[in-house]
């Protein structure tokens, strides 16, 4: 056993960051280790092979980080917060006391009247312990909230980040985009008003066509009418003779089909009646129609051609207008050339404007994705911290209410300690279990008050301080299991817990920054024996263990085929093999989770063979 931790310890000592630590229950102390080798004879080589053996046994397999530091022990100190006298100090210093104990005595005639001034203090000091617990009670509620807030960073910050990216793009995308829009409405426009003179040159000439077409019609419509109006009579009777013409044709034609009941005259009447219509429509058209119908015939050419011409530049003119207002409409209605220019002037305003902005949202998008990552890292690093964070604040509030618990409970021990020894024949003693650390007075000397008579190191607890990098020290929180063993105990060993974390560095360089860690033991400080202040430690920090389990030394252990099996011994001599299950390993000792049962003895081929 002994050999087997001072083994430990000198590995820890000179590997500080990666320790292996293997504690061992009480059951199991004996027979580690025995130092005794067994030969075997080979069956035709004659040489043999040394074996070396172990025991099974049950305890602790751990790795963590080890320091070194000195031990802290509570110090009680007795004092009076009155003027007194000593009558008789009752136990010399490096004394070990029990709480209870008499250790010192004084002079009843000589205290002087203090205790209602103690008794405001406590007072004050009551009521400084309630503030700092309603204190404690509402910060460690805000501490929880502001704890969930920042673990839940670590999920949103890559949403933020993603979303603020996404925006980023968005940004230049909509620059890039009005751009191009506004640029296309400019070449438009452009384009429009370089159209825009011959097309209006065209709708005008199209509607001024129109609208001579549309006086020439007219104009010879109203001279067909004069015409018609002085030459009615002459029209009157062509247009008899011609209809009498168009009417007896009509009948011969009837006539001639064999209908002989055309008004009684068969045949050959109508056809003789229809001649001299004839003669005399031509006669009349000769002699006297010929000239008017000639001039009427061509009033109505004219007409005829004009009002042609008037549909035809009409309908081109309505079209090429409609066009025309679909191409130049702005709006409701159709754009001038002075507001044309004015357009394309504004638009190329725009699109420096335009420009402008996109290089602005460009440049600034470089700034603003940067600022986007280091807030998403500030706020990984913040839901990294927050349990560290978190327990840093609830070990400042608690170091704040044991402060003031501390404060009270030592005014409320002077206040028990004046009335004790009032009603004591004046003899003070031990607040604790512990050992007289010091005494500063001797028998009949005055003491002023508050002053220290006496110093007693307490024997519940110890605490170790010690200092550890940078690199170890993120992987260590407040509560975290620990060990502390005493350079004048090697072999004995205290559980501990992380008491308190330093979050200023206690020393820095250009070359390493370490933290102090204050690691208090869970167990009494008599366990080890006597202990001082001042002691020589060191303090282990479990980051991995196997606790309460079979294990054996990794010697031993043989792997073939994936399969681990060991050589145990029997307590005939005689000699197995076993399969066993092998678990977790601190480099040196290696858990066995089946195969072999406490106490057991395996072998290990020993590196020296005998002749």
Same mark, same amino acid.
């Given at each position: 056993?002994?050999?087997?931790?001072?083994?430990?310890?000198?590995?820890?000592?000179?590997?500080?960051?990666?320790?292996?630590?293997?504690?061992?229950?009480?059951?199991?102390?004996?027979?580690?280790?025995?130092?005794?080798?067994?030969?075997?004879?080979?069956?035709?080589?004659?040489?043999?092979?040394?074996?070396?053996?172990?025991?099974?046994?049950?305890?602790?397999?751990?790795?963590?980080?080890?320091?070194?530091?000195?031990?802290?022990?509570?110090?009680?100190?007795?004092?009076?917060?009155?003027?007194?006298?000593?009558?008789?100090?009752?136990?010399?210093?490096?004394?070990?006391?029990?709480?209870?104990?008499?250790?010192?005595?004084?002079?009843?005639?000589?205290?002087?009247?203090?205790?209602?001034?103690?008794?405001?203090?406590?007072? =004050?000091?009551?009521? *400084? %312990?309630? &503030? +700092?617990?309603?204190?404690?009670? $509402? @910060?460690?509620?805000? /501490? !929880?909230?502001?704890?969930?807030?920042?673990?839940?960073?670590?999920?949103?910050?890559?949403?933020?980040?993603?979303?603020?990216?996404?925006?980023?793009?968005?940004?230049?995308?909509?620059?890039?985009?009005?751009?191009?829009?506004?640029?296309?409405?400019?070449?438009?426009?452009?384009?429009?008003?370089?159209?825009?003179?011959?097309?209006?040159?065209?709708?005008?000439?199209?509607?001024?066509?129109?609208?001579?077409?549309?006086?020439?019609?007219?104009?010879?419509?109203?001279?067909?009418?004069?015409?018609?109006?002085?030459?009615?009579?002459?029209? =009157?009777?062509?247009? *008899? %003779?011609? &209809? +009498?013409?168009?009417?007896?044709? $009509? @009948?011969?034609?009837? /006539? !001639?089909?064999?209908?002989?009941?055309?008004?009684?005259?068969?045949?050959?009447?109508?056809?003789?009646?229809?001649?001299?219509?004839?003669?005399?429509?031509?006669?009349?058209?000769?002699?006297?129609?010929?000239?008017?119908?000639?001039?009427?015939?061509?009033?109505?050419?004219?007409?005829?051609?004009?009002?042609?011409?008037?549909?035809?530049?009409?309908?081109?003119?309505?079209?090429?207008?409609?066009?025309?207002?679909?191409?130049?409409?702005?709006?409701?209605?159709?754009?001038?050339?002075?507001?044309?220019?004015?357009?394309?002037?504004?638009?190329?305003?725009?699109?420096?404007?335009?420009?402008?902005?996109?290089?602005?949202?460009? @440049?600034?998008?470089?700034?603003?994705?940067?600022?986007?990552?280091?807030?998403?890292?500030?706020?990984?690093?913040?839901?990294?911290?927050?349990?560290?964070?978190?327990?840093?604040?609830?070990?400042?509030?608690?170091?704040?209410?044991?402060?003031?618990?501390?404060?009270?409970?030592?005014?409320?021990?002077?206040?028990?300690?004046?009335?004790?020894?009032?009603?004591?024949?004046?003899?003070?003693?031990?607040?604790?279990?512990?050992?007289?650390?010091?005494?500063?007075?001797?028998?009949?000397?005055?003491?002023?008050?508050?002053?220290?008579?006496?110093?007693?190191?307490?024997?519940?607890?110890?605490?170790?301080?010690?200092?550890?990098?940078?690199?170890?020290?993120?992987?260590?929180?407040?509560?975290?299991?620990?060990?502390?063993?005493?350079?004048?105990?090697?072999?004995?060993?205290?559980?501990?817990?992380?008491?308190?974390?330093?979050?200023?560095?206690?020393?820095?360089?250009?070359?390493?920054?370490?933290?102090?860690?204050?690691?208090?033991?869970?167990?009494?400080?008599?366990?080890?024996?006597?202990?001082?202040?001042?002691?020589?430690?060191?303090?282990?920090?479990?980051?991995?263990?196997?606790?309460?389990?079979?294990?054996?030394?990794?010697?031993?252990?043989?792997?073939?085929?994936?399969?681990?099996?060991?050589?145990?011994?029997?307590?005939?001599?005689?000699?197995?093999?076993?399969?066993?299950?092998?678990?977790?390993?601190?480099?040196?000792?290696?858990?066995?989770?089946?195969?072999?049962?406490?106490?057991?003895?395996?072998?290990?081929?020993?590196?020296?063979?005998?002749?």
């Amino acid at each position: 056993m002994h050999g087997k931790m001072r083994s430990i310890k000198d590995f820890a000592k000179l590997h500080k960051r990666i320790t292996v630590l293997v504690t061992i229950g009480a059951a199991a102390a004996v027979g580690i280790v025995i130092a005794a080798f067994v030969f075997w004879k080979g069956n035709s080589s004659g040489k043999e092979t040394s074996y070396r053996e172990y025991t099974v046994s049950k305890g602790d397999v751990m790795i963590g980080t080890t320091e070194s530091g000195t031990v802290s022990l509570a110090d009680e100190t007795i004092f009076l917060p009155v003027d007194c006298e000593i009558s008789s100090i009752l136990v010399p210093s490096g004394t070990s006391v029990k709480k209870g104990d008499p250790i010192l005595q004084i002079d009843l005639d000589s205290v002087a009247d203090g205790s209602a001034d103690t008794k405001e203090k406590l007072e =004050s000091a009551r009521l *400084s %312990l309630q &503030s +700092a617990m309603n204190d404690q009670a $509402q @910060k460690l509620e805000t /501490a !929880k909230i502001t704890y969930e807030a920042n673990k839940y960073l670590a999920t949103s910050a890559p949403v933020t980040l993603e979303l603020a990216q996404a925006q980023i793009a968005h940004s230049i995308a909509s620059a890039q985009s009005t751009l191009e829009n506004d640029q296309t409405s400019l070449e438009q426009y452009k384009a429009l008003q370089k159209s825009w003179a011959a097309d209006d040159e065209k709708l005008q000439n199209l509607k001024k066509w129109m609208e001579d077409a549309e006086n020439c019609k007219t104009s010879y419509e109203t001279q067909l009418s004069s015409f018609e109006e002085e030459n009615s009579s002459v029209i =009157s009777m062509y247009t *008899s %003779l011609k &209809s +009498a013409v168009e009417t007896d044709e $009509q @009948k011969y034609l009837a /006539a !001639k089909k064999g209908d002989t009941t055309i008004d009684g005259y068969d045949e050959d009447t109508w056809n003789d009646m229809l001649d001299e219509a004839r003669d005399s429509y031509k006669a009349y058209y000769n002699s006297i129609a010929n000239t008017v119908i000639q001039q009427k015939k061509e009033l109505e050419d004219q007409i005829a051609q004009y009002t042609a011409e008037y549909n035809n530049y009409s309908s081109a003119y309505n079209d090429f207008k409609e066009i025309f207002s679909d191409k130049y409409n702005a709006g409701s209605a159709e754009m001038s050339k002075t507001e044309l220019d004015n357009k394309v002037a504004s638009l190329e305003s725009t699109v420096k404007e335009d420009q402008y902005n996109l290089e602005k949202t460009e @440049k600034s998008a470089d700034i603003s994705a940067k600022s986007a990552q280091q807030t998403a890292q500030t706020d990984l690093n913040t839901a990294q911290y927050a349990q560290n964070n978190y327990d840093l604040m609830v070990n400042q509030l608690n170091v704040a209410v044991t402060s003031a618990q501390s404060s009270y409970d030592k005014l409320q021990r002077q206040m028990d300690e004046i009335n004790s020894a009032l009603s004591n024949d004046g003899v003070i003693t031990s607040p604790c279990d512990g050992v007289v650390a010091s005494v500063s007075y001797t028998d009949g000397d005055s003491v002023e008050a508050e002053n220290p008579m006496m110093v007693i190191s307490g024997n519940d607890a110890l605490s170790v301080s010690v200092s550890v990098s940078e690199d170890d020290i993120i992987n260590i929180s407040v509560g975290q299991k620990a060990t502390i063993s005493l350079s004048a105990y090697e072999d004995r060993m205290l559980d501990a817990v992380v008491d308190s974390i330093t979050a200023q560095p206690a020393r820095s360089g250009s070359s390493s920054v370490t933290y102090s860690v204050v690691v208090k033991s869970t167990g009494t400080a008599a366990e080890m024996g006597t202990v001082y202040d001042g002691m020589s430690a060191d303090a282990t920090i479990v980051q991995h263990a196997a606790d309460d389990v079979l294990y054996v030394n990794n010697r031993t252990i043989s792997f073939q085929d994936g399969i681990s099996s060991v050589l145990v011994k029997s307590s005939d001599g005689t000699t197995a093999v076993k399969t066993v299950k092998t678990g977790f390993s601190d480099g040196t000792y290696v858990e066995i989770t089946s195969g072999l049962t406490k106490g057991e003895t395996v072998l290990a081929e020993s590196t020296v063979s005998a002749k």
